[in-house]
């Protein structure tokens, strides 16, 4: 592990003289996913603030809940009155909500997010600034037979060793009182066995660079022990039946849940090697790298077979009696379906409410599976007793963590596969799902479709729908990432070069029905088993006005598009049985695509004797249509307005008196 400290960037930072680089290096420690993951870590720096009568009052300026350090700004940190949080650590008791009162009283700002619970902990170090990460290396040490007295040989008397204890007040007075009579200027660091590392210096660079120095101690001794290396990596090749037992893992899944939820596999080659590691079984159910990770994986992994719907009914009934086991009775049962699991001899699984969730499995799952295989090299993977690790996951003030902004979008948990996804009516659908929280796969033939969506929740790729093979393999990826497909909106089109049937050549009338048409049904084909296991699944085509009201010229078109009405229209008879919806939408003279070339524009207009801005308001309600109207549509159809519909075909066209 590198220092990542850049003077240049540091002074950028350095302009705000008193947070400027305590947001640098938070960033830096975020930035290092061996060091802290989605939320965990915080940090904190002393200075002091003017208050409204003119006086200096001593501030601790310690992370906000709900702020992850990469991304962190000045804002993200919350000023508290330092003597007062000094204060409460000498309290004798205090509870969760209590302490969460005492910290927004103890605020210099209304407005400023909540403290971090470990606020407390930050005010007791006399130190300006004070780093803690939940660094792998250091806790994977710690997560061994002989954790402790590796980590004490190794960090010598430079940082102090504590054994595990509840985050929050709990371990606040632990370090209160194991710290009374510290000579802070010999001491480095803090390990918290199970938990994670502190460091702190009157330097921002300094505790950063103290934080790299400890854990490249923890990374050498790995290494020296052979450990480092040991990560088992394999291939497998998927069949085309695990995609559909993930298909149904999902849907069941989704059941259990009461709501939908996403699914992706994990064949990296590290995922498919732990798989396969003998014992897995066992060494992957102990627990968590730290505790702060099993309010996201909960405590332990499903075990997964070649149909893991299996599994989903055994991590049930162990969480049933991990939670009867542990439960106090004030608590109430959370969901039981697993956050991660191993599918034997194929990889990992990971299951979560939406596409961020689902990514924060994944990431913190990469890591654990990493840090365990370290642990098990040095002697064994020694995890908290499940009780600890359930006072985490039930914790009041972390489940408040999880629930917090959180409005399910409608689409949240669905899958919508989109094609002809790179522009026009395809992107605005791709754009109109993901605001309704969806996760959306957008196929694309242009391949900027891969770098169009940089977030999580849009897997772009790139696809000629026009060979069945790279449908397929489209289809395949997009149940690999998402775990299904509940709403697939075929959209994929173009509009041949005009052409009078006297004078139509084979080319242009085949690439169009191959196009138009054919390749909707190689589409639909391919994700109709994938439907059949959806959730509410249904299918929107997009027709063309051409279907009812045809123009001269467009034979091509209009005859590739005539077969995909018709085609959903028996899809819609044969799907019904299923659950599965098809309709059709029938745009006309949506002029923000690219089938509306200026040329293409004129003649259209031409052939109607009209000026191109004539003809692009020449409908009944004198409106200019665009493709986000068409994609607001498709929402709709793939909704809760259009459960009762099927074999629909609706325009959106302004009203087209041909039509009407
Ligand atoms: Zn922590």
């Not at 068409?630 to 009762?644: D, K, S, T």
């Amino acid at each position: 592990m590198n220092s990542l400290w850049d003077d240049q960037e540091a002074a950028r930072f350095a302009t705000d003289a008193m947070l400027g680089l305590r947001v640098y290096s938070s960033q830096l420690l975020g930035r290092d996913t061996d060091l802290v993951l989605h939320g965990g870590g915080n940090t904190s720096v002393k200075g002091s603030l003017v208050n409204v009568f003119g006086q200096s009052e001593e501030v601790l300026f310690v992370k906000g809940s709900g702020w992850d350090l990469q991304t962190i700004a000045a804002g993200g940190f919350a000023p508290v009155r330092l003597d007062y949080l000094k204060r409460l650590a000498t309290l004798p008791a205090l509870s969760d909500t209590g302490m969460m009162r005492e910290l927004r009283l103890a605020l210099l700002d209304p407005n400023a997010p909540t403290p971090s619970v470990e606020a407390i902990l930050h005010a007791l170090i006399p130190l300006r600034y004070v780093d803690h990460t939940h660094a792998d290396a250091v806790v994977a040490i710690s997560n061994t037979p002989d954790g402790e007295a590796v980590l004490r040989k190794l960090y010598g008397d430079e940082v102090l060793i504590l054994p595990y204890v509840m985050p929050g007040f709990i371990l606040a007075q632990q370090v209160h009182q194991a710290t009374l009579n510290a000579d802070w200027s010999r001491l480095k660091g803090i390990v918290l066995l199970h938990h994670g590392i502190i460091t702190f210096d009157d330097d921002c660079r300094a505790s950063y660079e103290s934080m790299i120095a400890l854990v490249n101690k923890a990374e050498g001794y790995l290494r020296n022990r052979g450990a480092w290396t040991q990560a088992a990596t394999a291939r497998h090749a998927p069949k085309s039946v695990d995609f559909i037992h993930l298909a149904a893992l999902r849907h069941q899944a989704s059941d259990m849940m009461g709501s939908p939820v996403l699914a992706r596999w994990d064949r990296s080659a590290e995922a498919v090697g732990y798989s396969l590691l003998p014992g897995v079984a066992d060494i992957a159910t102990r627990g968590p790298l730290t505790p702060d990770h099993s309010i996201h994986t909960k405590a332990f992994a499903a075990i997964f077979d070649d149909d893991p719907r299996d599994g989903l009914a055994r991590f049930q009934s162990a969480y049933n009696d991990y939670f009867s086991q542990h439960a106090a009775p004030h608590h109430t049962c959370l969901d039981q379906v697993p956050r991660f699991g191993i599918w034997r001899e194929k990889g990992m699984l990971y299951i979560a409410p939406d596409s961020k969730r689902i990514g924060v499995v994944g990431d913190i799952s990469a890591h654990t599976v990493k840090a365990i295989q370290w642990a098990e090299a040095l002697g064994g993977w020694v995890a908290l007793p499940k009780q600890d690790l359930f006072d985490i996951e039930y914790w009041e003030l972390e489940q408040a963590k999880l629930k917090r902004g959180q409005t399910r979008g409608e689409f949240e948990g669905r899958v919508v596969l989109v094609t002809g996804a790179g522009s026009g009516i395809g992107k605005a659908c791709v754009e109109a799902f993901v605001s309704k929280g969806a996760a959306v796969v957008a196929l694309d033939i242009n391949t900027t479709i891969t770098g169009m969506w940089s977030s999580r929740q849009v897997l772009g790729r790139v696809c000629d729908v026009t060979d069945t093979q790279q449908i397929e393999a489209a289809v395949q990826a997009a149940v690999e990432t998402f775990g299904g497909i509940d709403v697939l909106v075929s959209n994929a089109g173009n509009f041949p070069p005009s052409r009078q049937l006297k004078d139509m050549d084979a080319q242009t009338w085949e690439q169009s029905l191959s196009l138009n048409l054919s390749s909707h049904m190689n589409m639909l084909r391919a994700c109709i088993p994938f439907l059949e296991l959806g959730i509410d699944a249904s299918v929107v085509f997009i027709g063309s006005k051409n279907v009812p009201a045809p123009g001269p010229g467009a034979s091509a078109y209009s005859v590739a598009k005539a077969g995909l009405a018709q085609m959903a229209r028996v899809a819609a008879l044969e799907l019904g049985s299923k659950g599965i919806r098809v309709n059709t939408i029938h745009p006309n003279a949506v002029f923000d695509t690219s089938l509306w070339t200026d040329e293409v524009l004129a003649q259209r207009a031409l052939s109607y004797q009209l000026t191109v801005d004539e003809y692009k308001k020449n409908n009944v309600l004198g409106r200019n249509v665009g493709s986000s109207d068409v994609a607001r549509l498709a929402v709709q159809m793939a909704g809760e307005g259009f459960a009762c519909t099927t074999g629909a075909q609706v325009p959106v066209d302004g009203g087209n008196d041909r039509v009407i």
